[in-house]
């Protein structure tokens, strides 16, 4: 099972899109690329070299460079010559044979249109999105704080830039750096009295009153809102591609699988 492993995150590291090739090292002369880091990554469940922290990141920059002075060591040992080494090899290009052939058989796969848009129509509910809306906020620990901003923001003849210069000096949020964005929400996705008070603004508008919610005071600023509605077929066609891409793939190789067993002489022990 463990060569079966490292076979299978070698190959899952050759089809990544780490093959740009980014340098972070060089040992002995010898690069340390994005493969490198996305072979240490690949122990790491759900980790993402770009999500880290710059000390997480150098970490796992030393444990590449580790690892590559370690595989230095280990092939000027002669190991290439030991019967367990030779045995190991074998069984790695044969793990490795099957992920690229798997990965040349799902890519062949093709999906098309007529396809997509039937999946569309039968399953027309599973498109179905609720109203979003796209916010910048202000968080303030006091209601006199909030009302100082709003006051400002009544003032300000452009009033998206000086919510946004407020946003970085003032508010006490997260978003604070990025002038307070949120990006795109539905209701559900907020605490019900932002929530309230964002769906009631319209596209420019900013709260009067400042919002009270378990995390402070908040002025809103609604960038734009849109209805409930359906995803359109256009902006569906991707995962929907990918989801009947998959589901032909895995119909496919269990097809191939049985006909291979039903020709195979095989003694279970």
Request: glycine content about 4%; cysteine-free.
């Amino acid at each position: 099972m463990k060569k079966i492993l490292i076979a299978s995150a070698v190959a899952a590291t050759l089809f990544s899109s780490a093959l740009s090739a980014k340098t972070y090292a060089t040992v002995n002369g010898q690069e340390i690329t994005d493969r490198d880091v996305g072979a240490i990554l690949q122990v790491i469940p759900g980790a993402q070299f770009d999500k880290m922290n710059k000390q997480q990141q150098k970490q796992v920059i030393q444990q590449a460079i580790e690892k590559k002075l370690l595989a230095e060591k280990a092939m000027k040992s002669g190991i290439e010559k030991d019967p367990e080494y030779k045995k190991a090899l074998e069984q790695m290009k044969k793990e490795l044979a099957l992920e690229i052939w798997m990965k040349k058989q799902f890519d062949s796969v093709k999906v098309s249109d007529k396809e997509v848009k039937d999946f569309y129509n039968k399953n027309i509910q599973m498109f179905k999105q609720p109203a979003t809306a796209h916010a910048r906020h202000i968080l303030l620990k006091t209601k006199a704080d909030a009302q100082k901003v709003i006051n400002e923001l009544k003032k300000a003849k452009d009033v998206k830039a000086k919510f946004i210069e407020l946003a970085k000096k003032k508010s006490t949020g997260p978003s604070a750096a990025n002038g307070g964005d949120l990006g795109w929400f539905d209701a559900k996705r907020m605490v019900k009295p932002f929530s309230d008070a964002a769906f009631k603004l319209k596209k420019g508008e900013f709260t009067k009153i400042p919002v009270k919610t378990q995390f402070g005071y908040h002025v809103i600023y609604l960038e734009d809102k849109k209805p409930a509605g359906n995803v359109t077929l256009e902006e569906a066609k991707p995962n929907i591609e990918q989801t009947l891409k998959v589901k032909k793939f895995q119909e496919q190789m269990k097809k191939t699988a049985k006909a291979l067993r039903e020709k195979a002489d095989i003694k279970i022990k």
